[in-house]
């Protein structure tokens, strides 16, 4: 990663059908025609219906890359009905980072891994931007779940790299559970 930092990425929320269409637009043409009716189509119907809060629903939402005002990713994340918990659940990344090859973790590109921590982040910042007790993160592909145990296995609750976290790590399956110390 260029100089060991992160890009500068921001949670951003689809505030109208059009956002979602420009970024589905991107994507097609990234992917090409064929890929993105068999891989994409379904994700940006699911979009469409989940860019705004409901309860028992996912909330879908973009990983904005602050320096070239792409949407990276597209996160589901699913909000607990006692308000005290969150839960990322996929993260869909832009086809222009594709091929990943799920069998091989050992080979992530420097990109997806940073879109991948970078999603965590985020998604960290938020909890304790709200005050939140917990958040769960989906190990639901290989790449992720190998992500999560990562962090889990350098995790501290003091300091990550650093910097006091006021959070624990643990793995629980497929989860990745960050409990607020506070």
């Known amino acids: 990663m260029e100089g060991d930092t992160l890009r500068d990425y921001t949670l951003t929320t689809f505030s109208s ?7 589905s637009a991107r994507w097609r043409a990234a992917a090409g025609e064929e890929a993105y009716e068999v891989e994409l189509v379904l994700l940006f119907d699911f979009c469409r219906e989940n860019r705004a809060p409901r309860p028992g629903h996912g909330l879908v939402r973009g990983l904005k890359n602050e320096s070239t005002g792409s949407i990276d990713a597209i996160l589901e994340t699913v909000p607990s009905p006692q308000r005290g918990m969150t839960k990322l659940l996929k993260i869909f990344v832009s086809p222009e980072f594709w091929p990943i090859d799920e069998s091989n973790t050992d080979e992530i590109s420097e990109e997806l891994f940073e879109i991948h921590l970078s999603s965590y982040f985020c998604i960290l910042e938020e909890a304790t931007r709200e005050n939140l007790d917990e958040v769960k993160m989906y190990g639901r592909s290989n790449v992720s779940l190998h992500l999560l145990k990562l962090i889990e296995k350098h ?13 624990r790590a643990t793995m629980a399956g497929r989860w990745l559970v960050l409990t607020n110390d506070r």
Request: proline share 5%; aromatic share 10%.
């Open 155 to 167: 995790w501290n609750s003091d300091t990550t790299n650093g910097v006091e976290t006021g959070w």
């Open 17 to 23: 059908p059009g956002d979602i269409d420009e970024v």
